[in-house]
């Protein structure tokens, strides 16, 4: 979805001014541009550093609003007011909706945010494929938010195991606290004059709804499946204290909120017991338990056992486990952390379509994966 055409004139003519500003204040750029529309002729990468100076120097806002070097009405000098509060960052461009574009930050865990774009929607400026990088600053405008129109792109591709950390990722943020429209979250928009105005209060939906599926506690388990989750998460813990450490239990934990977030979920048929020896099984499973040379080394019949399921019982649970969750052996979204670094599917990111062992690219590329979280943290930085 993009702005219309009166919207997105009123948007540069607000933000080009406002930048122009900034520029004037700061004296970034040399030449000085003679005015906002010349401010505009200058190169991307130019106006990238006076829309980047303004993230460190916000209170610029406050002087703009307080000058109104363009005699700009009170409605709009509200829109300006409200760029305080923008957010600046790398984002994974994740999914292309009809109302909007979701843009998944880089903290943990990430915050959904649904962004328009102004002339252009965002799949012709990106192309079809997702999920891809991008660094941008997302603005409040009109009880929207949109981008601010200077977006850079990285290069990269996402193999399976990162997509599949960002879909876990955008189902969690879905369901708790749900993809953000408004900034800051629940924000009246500002009002201006004209028959546009009506447009900007459709944005925000009663959540009354929405809390009575759940109870307290972890918001994002509804009613209708936390009694099993609770069972099943006492038995996993209870097995994981004895037999295995905090690592695995936090992993199977993480399973067990998963299914219990599935509609139906499965947790809801069967024993409680049943269902935690097929988690357990199948992060063991994935982080090869099995192989005695493993710091951690029992038979699955060993945990059916512990658990108190039989074999064929606890085959069964892992099977569907691991078919509900697409779990595979290596999967990095799934390795016990201390392992990480030693999983060599951990490294490996498309770039130009052909896979690329992170350790082996640039330093700039690793630090920057790094901050991300696409590589181990405990990994070290090589090359120059």
């Given at each position: 979805?993009?702005?219309?055409?009166?919207?997105?004139e009123l948007f540069?003519?607000?933000h080009?001014?406002l930048l122009f500003?900034v520029?004037?204040?700061?004296?970034?750029?040399?030449?000085?541009p003679?005015?906002?529309?010349?401010?505009?002729?200058?190169?991307p990468?130019?106006?990238?550093k006076?829309?980047?100076?303004?993230?460190?120097?916000?209170?610029?806002?406050?002087?703009y609003?307080?000058?109104?070097?363009e005699?700009?009405?009170?409605e709009?000098?509200?829109v300006?007011a409200?760029?305080?509060?923008?957010?600046?960052?790398?984002?994974?461009?994740?999914?292309y909706?009809k109302?909007?574009t979701v843009?998944?930050?880089?903290?943990?865990?990430?915050?959904?945010?649904?962004?328009?774009?102004?002339a252009?929607?965002?799949?012709d400026l990106?192309g079809?494929?997702?999920?891809?990088?991008a660094?941008?600053?997302?603005l409040?405008?009109?009880?929207?938010?949109?981008?601010?129109?200077?977006?850079?792109?990285?290069?990269?591709t996402?193999?399976?195991?990162?997509?599949?950390?960002?879909?876990?990722?955008?189902?969690?943020?879905?369901?708790f606290?749900?993809?953000?429209t408004?900034l800051?979250?629940?924000?009246e928009p500002?009002?201006?004059?004209g028959?546009?105005?009506?447009?900007?209060?459709?944005?925000?939906?009663p959540?009354?709804?929405?809390?009575?599926?759940t109870q307290?506690?972890?918001p994002?388990?509804?009613?209708?499946?936390r009694?099993?989750?609770e069972?099943?998460?006492?038995?996993?813990d209870a097995f994981c204290d004895?037999?295995l450490d905090?690592e695995?239990?936090?992993?199977?934990?993480?399973?067990a909120?998963l299914?219990?977030?599935k509609?139906?979920s499965?947790l809801?048929?069967?024993?409680?017991a049943?269902w935690a020896?097929?988690?357990?099984?199948s992060?063991?499973?994935?982080n090869?338990l099995?192989?005695p040379?493993?710091?951690?080394?029992?038979?699955?019949s060993?945990?059916?056992?512990?658990?108190?399921v039989s074999?064929?019982?606890?085959?069964?649970?892992?099977?569907?486990?691991?078919?509900?969750?697409?779990?595979?052996?290596?999967?990095p979204?799934?390795?016990v952390p201390?392992?990480?670094?030693?999983?060599?599917?951990?490294?490996?990111?498309?770039?130009d379509g052909?896979?690329?062992?992170?350790?082996?690219?640039?330093?700039?590329?690793?630090?920057?994966a790094?901050?991300l979280?696409?590589?181990?943290p405990?990994?070290?930085?090589v090359?120059r």
């Amino acid at each position: 979805m993009q702005l219309s055409l009166q919207e997105l004139e009123l948007f540069y003519r607000l933000h080009r001014s406002l930048l122009f500003f900034v520029d004037g204040r700061l004296g970034i750029l040399d030449p000085p541009p003679e005015d906002p529309d010349a401010f505009c002729r200058r190169p991307p990468e130019e106006r990238v550093k006076v829309r980047d100076a303004l993230a460190t120097h916000l209170d610029l806002i406050d002087a703009y609003l307080a000058e109104n070097p363009e005699g700009f009405a009170a409605e709009e000098l509200d829109v300006v007011a409200s760029w305080k509060h923008q957010v600046a960052g790398t984002f994974f461009v994740f999914r292309y909706l009809k109302q909007y574009t979701v843009f998944l930050d880089d903290r943990e865990p990430p915050l959904a945010y649904g962004v328009l774009s102004l002339a252009d929607a965002f799949e012709d400026l990106l192309g079809p494929d997702v999920p891809l990088l991008a660094k941008t600053v997302l603005l409040p405008f009109l009880g929207r938010i949109v981008y601010d129109g200077l977006l850079s792109g990285y290069n990269v591709t996402f193999g399976p195991g990162v997509r599949g950390r960002l879909k876990v990722a955008y189902d969690a943020a879905k369901k708790f606290p749900g993809i953000i429209t408004t900034l800051p979250r629940g924000a009246e928009p500002p009002q201006l004059a004209g028959p546009k105005s009506s447009r900007t209060k459709s944005s925000s939906r009663p959540r009354a709804k929405q809390d009575e599926t759940t109870q307290p506690g972890d918001p994002s388990i509804p009613a209708a499946s936390r009694a099993a989750y609770e069972e099943v998460v006492k038995k996993i813990d209870a097995f994981c204290d004895e037999h295995l450490d905090e690592e695995f239990k936090a992993l199977c934990r993480k399973a067990a909120g998963l299914l219990a977030r599935k509609r139906p979920s499965p947790l809801t048929r069967g024993r409680p017991a049943g269902w935690a020896s097929g988690i357990v099984r199948s992060i063991g499973w994935v982080n090869f338990l099995g192989d005695p040379s493993q710091p951690h080394h029992m038979k699955m019949s060993d945990i059916d056992r512990g658990i108190g399921v039989s074999e064929a019982t606890g085959s069964a649970k892992s099977m569907e486990v691991r078919r509900l969750l697409g779990l595979r052996p290596f999967d990095p979204e799934w390795t016990v952390p201390s392992k990480t670094k030693d999983n060599p599917l951990a490294w490996l990111v498309e770039v130009d379509g052909l896979p690329m062992d992170l350790r082996r690219a640039p330093r700039e590329i690793q630090e920057e994966a790094l901050r991300l979280g696409l590589i181990p943290p405990a990994g070290r930085i090589v090359g120059r």
